[in-house]
């Protein structure tokens, strides 16, 4: 039988290594793959219209064996619209000749001919022309080689049984009770003749003028100009690279918003598409290149930040699956996000070429699929080219503004940027700061005019600022290098962003109320800049805002841990239930037991004190936490004469290596610590610290029982006075 589709000799081909279909029975010819073929062909007679020709190589003696001649037997046969690879433990032996005659082959020659790789489905979705069926677990390895061909993660239907030690092909007779997986025969059979039917009806719709070259995205298409005169600069390896796929992804994904919403007005919160981009794998592995897939990601989330109608996973975020083999649903759940970027990239001599594909969570379906490639020499046409497309295509989304803000960001020298590059892939720990400090300072000598390197140093540098030694801290604050950068490019939404916690932290809570909301005024629907307005709210005494702001962060970005904080705001607002569900969402933390100990202690459940404070102890005997956990034990025993001379070293603490505050929050809560064991002299110090340092929470001081016995004395009144005409010129200016 034809294909339903002329020039071709089948619809769909059956690859699979022979000893998949080994008989359970010597002597009989019913093994897996025989049995799944016939259930196939029975679904799709029920399923499809008119019928479909499959090339299912039965009998070992009338198939593709080894001797025959491969280019012969297999160019046409191998000329089918499908390809159906059925994916074990050993069909991945690169050896074998199923992987490397029939996997590789159709690959290269569905990427080759008319139809291209990817097809293009009735709902806008893109599905490729291999589909596989995945019948056992696979280990790392094998995932690697078969992401590194199908350039991207395999999408699979899964026909596997499994219990406890068992990884073995799913029956028709397994009860689906008793299999982990929940899968039934007859139900996985039944999508993959649906999916069949969804390819098939796509291919036979008639083929777009638009569409650009094979297998390739009419709105992704990238292609290498050559314009002679062109100077080589840094912009060559990255740049044209990251606004396309910024300018890809953002217009995908403007394709779920509501068109009928007017343009100049901010979609509402229920309309905003949440993205993560994750790191990108090394196709091969190499110690000189490995930090690239991290670096690439960092740089795309920088791109997208700017897009209104996009709220984008952060850097930290994703630094978890970076090197790592992931399951994308299991992304998508832990970052609840509607979609995912994902791939792999090459990096050799003057070229990266990078595989990428963007998933829509919501069913794990791929949406877009493409391969762009960056040759240093040409990359500065190809940026210039993608900006222009990016202003066509997404005018409704980024404003000509908004553009020349992204275009600001270019580095001048590549080997400055190489140093960048590296920095960003340096763990977030006091010492992985420390070594990208070192790293980012050598990039800063070279090009001193990149201002995504001055805000990486000050944020490394604010790391090291609140959990290094004093030994460890730099001379310079980040606020300086932040500054630096805004110097460069005053809509730099990182610089902004960070800036505003650290002048909070510093007493320049205004400057931080309007760098943050310019932040807000760039990205409306930016989680972090929500969440740090909520922050400085904090710090003014504005409970209630504070918890507003923080929980709207929240519904963009669920679940998150960086928001963890909103526990302290809710239980600085009276609010202790709320304070336990927000502390929560650092679950099991040191931190987390940590600011349980207040609302325990002030609850008077000094049972529930004291098992928090001995695990904190037990899991953390020489940290600051302990500490604080010795406190509350001694409180509760009534012997606070040692832990009172100890409570100095948290204040010694809050000091940088010149001898000035760090945070004027922190200040305020030894005030609370030397409050618990009776020490109204420590108390009076650090609230006195904290207000002058920013930190002015006027209802909190003029309401808290545990401060009410020092209303009458004079150093607290003044201490009031003073929170008191702070909070209110906040309230007439920013209220």
Known sequence: MASILPGYEYDIFISYRQNDNKPATAGRRDGWVTNFVEALKNELEATLKNPVSIYFDENPHDGLLETHQVDASLKKKLKCLILIPIISQTY????????????????????????????????????????????????????????????????SIDFIYKEPGVNRPLKPSDDRNLNNEKTDYHNQINKVANALKEIGNAMLQPVSTEKDSVGKSPTAKVANPSISGTKFTVKSIFIGMLVVLAAAISYLLYLNIDSNSASTSLPELNTIQSIAILPFSNTKPDPDSDYLGFAIANQIIGQLDYNKNLTVRPSSAIRKYNQITFDTREVADDLKVNYILTGNYLKVNNVIRLDIELVDATNNSGIWRDELEVDFINAFELQDMVAQKVSDRLKTEFSAEELNTISIDVPSNPFAYDYYLRSLSFPLSVEGCLAAIDVLQKSLALDSTYAPAYVEIGARIQRVLLYGSKSQRQPHRPTFYYQKALDLNGNQIDALINSSSRYAETGRINEAVVTIRKALQLNPNNAHAHFYLGYIYRYAGFMEESIKEMELALKLYPANPDFRSLGISCMLGGYDNKALEALALDNGSIWELGWQLPIFYD??????????????????????????????????????????????????????????????????????????LGDDEGVLRCLRKAVDNGYFNYPFLKNNPRYKHLHTNDTYKVILSIAKTKHEAFKQKFF
């Open 603 to 676: 609850r008077e459940d000094f049972d529930k004190a004291i098992s928090i404070s001995n695990n904190i102890i037990e899991r953390d005997s020489a940290g600051v936490w302990s500490l604080i956990a010795q406190v509350y034990l001694s409180a509760i025993d009534g012997n606070t004469k040692d832990v009172t001379a100890q409570l100095r070293k948290l204040e010694e603490l809050n000091l940088d290596s010149e001898g000035n505050i760090i945070d004027g929050e922190y200040s305020f809560f030894n005030a609370l610590y030397y409050s618990v």
């Open 92 to 155: 991945c032996d690169t050896k074998s000749f199923a992987y490397e005659h029939e996997f590789l082959a159709f690959n290269k020659m569905a990427a080759s001919d008319e139809l291209g790789m990817n097809i293009t489905l009735a709902n806008g979705n893109v599905a490729s022309r291999v589909l596989p069926v995945k019948i056992h677990d696979l280990d790392n390895e094998d995932q690697r080689i078969l992401a590194e061909e199908l350039r991207g993660p395999m999408r």
